[in-house]
C-alpha cells in the first residue's frame, strides 16, 4: 500500500501577514506546497490530505485541483474547533485552533494507511521525500516512527530569528526529546545561538532540529485521541493552549509504547517565516529548477 502525505494548512499566518500556504514562488507560479506534493509524487506516495479551513475549501480547491488530477489521489479535511471534544464542550472564548496534533486527529477518517505529516509551507527537499518514502514502506510499524531530523545551519532565516525543534538523539538514532528553542539566530561571530530566560546558549550548527516531517503508523490516531482526552482535562479553559504532534511523540516514546527514528537529511530547509524571505525563497527555487532538480513548469502536461 502506498503511502499517504498530509498537509497542515490550516494555520493563519500571523507573522508573515498574509496566506503564504497558497502564494506563488516558482518560475510557473507554483507554491512551496507543489513542490512538496512533486517530490513526495517522484517518491511513490499515493495520496496527499490536505487539511485546510472550510471557509477557504472552494479557493483551495480550485487552485490545487486541477493540476494534480490524474497525478495523485487528493482528500480534504477540515480542522473544526469543535471536533473531537468527546465530553467537553467547546469554551466561549476560544477562537485559535487546537495546534497540529489536533489537525492528524482531524484526518482520521481520511487516512487508512503510513503517513507523512508536513507544514504546507516549508520546503523540504527531494532527499526528505524519498526517505520518508522509505521508511513508511519498509520499518514503520505500530511501534515505531519517524521524524525527518535537519542540520540547523540549513534551517536558518537571513532577516531574523526562528523557532525550531531541537532534537536529542541517542547512539541507536532514536529520538530521546525535542527542546523547543524559540530564538535562534547565527550572531555576529558566526556561531549559532539560542536566547531564553537565563540568557544566550551556543548550539551546534549539526545538530538535528524538527521542521514538523512525521512518518506515523496509523495506530497514531488512537494514542492522539486519548491524549487529546487529557489535554483537554488540563487546558480546555486556555483559550491559547496547543496541542502539537511533539506532545504526542514525547508520550509515545516515554511511556515504553515505540520508539521514534530521526532520519537524518542534508537538504537544504527554506521558507517564508518573515515576508522578506520571499526573494530569497523565489531565488532558490529558479536555482533549483536551472540546476535541473525541477521543470520549469511542475504540472505541464
Not at 48 to 69: C, G, H, N, S
Not at 264 to 273: A, C, I
Request: aromatic share 12%; hydrophobic share 35%; glycine share 6%.
Amino acid at each position: 500500500m502506498q503511502p499517504t502525505l498530509v498537509i497542515l494548512a490550516a494555520g493563519m499566518a500571523s507573522r508573515y501577514g498574509s496566506m503564504k500556504q497558497t502564494q506563488s514562488f516558482g518560475p510557473s507560479g507554483e507554491t512551496i506546497m507543489d513542490y512538496s506534493i512533486y517530490d513526495a509524487i517522484r517518491a511513490g506516495f499515493g495520496k496527499v490530505v490536505f487539511i485546510i479551513r472550510e471557509d477557504f475549501a472552494e479557493a483551495f480547491k480550485e487552485q490545487f485541483e486541477p493540476k494534480l488530477k490524474g497525478s495523485i489521489a487528493t482528500d480534504y479535511v477540515y480542522q473544526k474547533l469543535g471536533d473531537h471534544l468527546g465530553k467537553h464542550e467547546l469554551p466561549a472564548e476560544r477562537t485559535k485552533p487546537w495546534g497540529t496534533a489536533h489537525a492528524v486527529l482531524c484526518c482520521r477518517e481520511a487516512v487508512k494507511e503510513p503517513f507523512a505529516v508536513i507544514n504546507a509551507d516549508d520546503f523540504y527537499g527531494t532527499d526528505a521525500f524519498r526517505k520518508a518514502y522509505d521508511f513508511l514502506t519498509s520499518e514503520v510499524n505500530d511501534k515505531t516512527w519517524c521524524i525527518v531530523g535537519y542540520e540547523l545551519k540549513r534551517t536558518l532565516s537571513e532577516n531574523g530569528s526562528v523557532s525550531r525543534g531541537v532534537c536529542e538523539v541517542d547512539d541507536q538514532q532514536n529520538l530521546v526529546s525535542i527542546s523547543e528553542r524559540t530564538k535562534i539566530y547565527r550572531d555576529e561571530s558566526g556561531s549559532i545561538t539560542y536566547e531564553d530566560e537565563s540568557g544566550k546558549h551556543e548550539v551546534s550548527e549539526d545538530s538535528k532540529v524538527s521542521m514538523n516531517f512525521w512518518g506515523f503508523a496509523p495506530n497514531v490516531f488512537d494514542i492522539t485521541a486519548q491524549q487529546f482526552e487529557e489535554f483537554l482535562v488540563q487546558n480546555a479553559s486556555n483559550p491559547k493552549s496547543e496541542f502539537f504532534i511533539p506532545i504526542v511523540a514525547d508520550h509515545f516514546s516515554k511511556s515504553g509504547q515505540g520508539v521514534i527514528k530521526v532520519i537524518p537529511t542534508q537538504s537544504q530547509w527554506f521558507g517564508v517565516t518573515y515576508k522578506e524571505d520571499a526573494p530569497s525563497v523565489q531565488a532558490s527555487l529558479d536555482k533549483l529548477v536551472n540546476s535541473g532538480e525541477y521543470p520549469q513548469n511542475l504540472w505541464a502536461s
